[in-house]
């Protein structure tokens, strides 16, 4: 074999796999699938528009080239952020406001580095890169430490191949208690995909101090239920909601809420992720949700803090579909209870059709329609998403716009659900200082 590429298996030689760890690890993922209902609950939900699973890359295992200059470029030391999905972390990150880390472990052939961490009080996220001469799927979840105490905590990942080799990753934390303002923190990893290892970090992190915390002492009192703000915390990266909630579960489920965060302009603040834990007492559940959402923008001096809840039938949603062979604009599509659909016009250029269109609808609508979506289908019915912009687009008010993969071809569809209209509760209005 040529010495330009990589012995595959000298490589794969050196990957040791111990049995009785890798049985360990399969019994440990069967056991997580398996319905439980413990005594504390933990929920977390991803609502990132640029999150990209892990998965498997399937490709070469050689490195052309040009491929070999592009790993070699990335990632620069104090950029890592700059070009992730993530608004608020490329904010942070184009800020200065990240901290550099840097530290490498290697073990059965996977060399893992974190780079990067920022942490401002609303958001804890990690910056790695990850090599190996296979992919091998996604991270298993850390084991964290925050000055010498073991944390529990939700997590999120996102991140994208850059070489079949070389994977660039973000790791969000969302510890279930307050952190302090300054810790030493401890990165234990033990797994990556089904290969085993041990890979471990001690650093030192440290709170931006561009952070506004609100405290609000307002409880709201719905059916069954009292719900109070804990804080609202503000920072360049992103917005933090914290809501604490006691509720009667036969007559709401407190895990069923969600937000919408309104600024005082008007403009609805795209949600990043969410979670949320807590304990049954005396028959009722007290939990606590948590909800990250994009920067405000500046001088917004109040925000709007709307519950609601979104409440699926059973089955198949209804499903609408237009053939776009020959129509005529404007039409009207019917989203069923939650509203209409007028489109407006349909741009066509050689491999891209752009869908302009209105929504009237009683319900608050977010920047990316993502609860009442409109699609492309072709005429074997594959959906023509874009995959940098697989959302539609707020222009101004309820008109938006929704970009597909597609020149003007026979048999295109235009296609929306039916869906339920949200349960919408008094909110909470919350000044900024």
Avoid: C
């Avoid at 009785?20 to 005594?39: G, H, Q, R, S, W």
């Avoid at 990335?74 to 800020?95: C, H, R, S, Y």
């Amino acid at each position: 074999m040529s010495n330009q590429f990589p012995d595959l298996k000298s490589e794969m030689d050196q990957i040791s796999v111990p049995v009785e760890k890798l049985d360990a690890i399969i019994a440990k993922t069967v056991n997580d699938t398996k319905v439980k209902k413990p005594k504390k609950r933990v929920i977390f939900y991803s609502m990132s528009a640029a999150v990209v699973g892990f998965g498997l890359f399937v490709g070469s295992a050689m490195v052309s080239p040009a491929m070999a200059k592009v790993a070699s470029n990335i990632p620069v030391v104090g950029t890592f952020f700059n070009d992730v999905g993530d608004e608020g972390l490329k904010i942070a990150g184009k800020k200065g406001l990240t901290q550099v880390i840097d530290q490498t472990a290697k073990d059965n052939g996977i060399t893992l580095t974190i780079n990067e961490v920022f942490y401002d009080g609303t958001r804890l996220t990690l910056g790695y890169t990850q090599e190996s001469l296979l992919p091998l799927g996604e991270l298993e979840r850390p084991a964290i430490k925050v000055d010498g105490k073991e944390i529990n905590f939700s997590s999120g990942y996102s991140g994208e191949y850059v070489t079949p080799q070389r994977y660039k990753g973000v790791v969000d934390i969302t510890p279930t208690e307050e952190l302090p303002e300054e810790f030493e923190m401890n990165v234990r990893i033990d797994a990556v995909g089904l290969v085993p290892g041990y890979w471990s970090y001690q650093f030192s992190v440290r709170q931006s101090n561009d952070v506004t915390v609100i405290r609000p002492t307002v409880i709201k009192k719905l059916e069954g239920a009292e719900i109070s703000v804990n804080s609202l915390k503000i920072g360049p990266a992103g917005t933090d909601l914290n809501v604490n909630v006691i509720a009667e579960t036969e007559i709401l489920d407190p895990y069923s809420l969600d937000f919408y965060l309104i600024d005082d302009k008007g403009n609805v603040i795209n949600p990043l992720k969410g979670s949320g834990y807590g304990d049954t007492v005396a028959g009722k559940e007290h939990a606590t949700l948590q909800r990250l959402y994009e920067p405000l923008d500046e001088g917004v001096r109040s925000v709007k803090v709307i519950p609601y809840v979104l409440t699926f039938p059973q089955g198949d949603l209804k499903e609408e579909s237009v053939s776009l062979d020959g129509i005529e604009l404007p039409f009207t599509m019917s989203q069923g209870e939650f509203g209409d659909l007028i489109i407006t016009d349909i741009k066509y250029s050689e491999n891209r059709a752009v869908v302009y269109f209105e929504v009237k609808s009683e319900a608050v609508i977010d920047n990316r329609t993502s609860v009442n979506p409109v699609w492309i289908e072709d005429e074997n019915g594959k959906r023509l998403i874009v995959d940098e912009k697989p959302f539609a687009e707020r222009i101004k008010d309820n008109r938006f716009k929704h970009e597909f993969e597609t020149g003007k071809k026979k048999g295109l569809k235009l296609k929306t659900h039916h869906q339920p209209m949200p349960e919408i509760f008094e909110g909470f209005e919350i000044e900024i200082p």
